[in-house]
């Protein structure tokens, strides 16, 4: 299997711009989570779905971030509109059980 | 919710020295995982370990649920170990939801 996939790598945008981050989970993994790395915050759980179902997204910072989960094999975080603290590395994870497998992440840079 | 808290927070190894890192947690867990996050942000699964002790080439890990901790033994050290350790745990009975990382632990592991 290709593992967790995530796009794009990189992207540096302007304040108040949209972003939209992609995840495709590894195939039969039935929970997906986003999470998002900071150096002041380490690694933190934004929102997990089980079966594509929204579980838990009390980690979501704030209205400017939702995220969906239309089919089993594709996931979106968009942040709208987009601020500088929002610059972070964003993960996407996936398991079928217990152990769980992370892409390599979406490094965001928000000027 | 359950607290993790990792030591030492930063380590600084000769090449070929051994060390034991640790996880300490506030609750009783179901799941357990030691992380390595290596200079490049990517983060790889070592072990899925709730209880009990495994072992895996110069890695082993250590569980005592009872107690609340787990230890990620590294032996005969190399370059390539360096980057962030991080242990992660899941509290409750349910088999799905959230891992709560802790902050990691930072080797560096001088040649």
């Known amino acids: 299997d290709a593992g967790v996939i995530q796009s794009p790598r990189h992207e540096v945008t302007e304040m108040g711009q949209e972003v939209t981050l992609r995840c495709k989970p590894i195939?039969?993994?039935?929970?997906l989570f986003w999470y998002r790395q900071t150096m002041m915050r380490g690694l933190e759980l934004l929102i997990y779905f089980n079966n594509n179902v929204p579980i838990d997204d009390s980690g979501m910072p704030e209205d400017r971030f939702s995220a969906k989960m239309p089919n089993a094999s594709f996931s979106t975080l968009k942040i709208q509109p987009s601020e500088p603290r929002d610059s972070a590395v964003y993960f996407c994870a996936s398991s079928q059980g217990n152990t769980i497998y992370f892409g390599e992440g979406s490094w965001l840079t928000v000027v | 919710g359950i607290q993790v808290e990792q030591s030492p927070p930063d380590l600084i190894l000769q090449e070929g020295a051994n060390s034991t890192l640790r996880c300490n947690f506030s609750?009783?867990?179901?799941?357990l995982q030691w992380f390595h996050q290596n200079p490049w942000g990517q983060l790889i699964n070592l072990f899925y370990?709730?209880?009990g002790t495994k072992q895996n080439g110069r890695l082993s890990a250590t569980t005592v649920a009872t107690e609340r901790y787990s230890l990620l033994y590294i032996s005969s050290s190399q370059t390539t170990d360096s980057g962030v350790y991080f242990c992660a745990v899941r509290g409750g009975s349910s088999n799905t939801g959230k891992l709560i990382f802790g902050q990691g632990t930072t080797l560096q592991v001088k040649p």
């Open positions: 370990i709730p209880s």
């Open positions: 609750d009783s867990v179901n799941n």
């Open positions: 195939s039969g993994h039935n929970s």
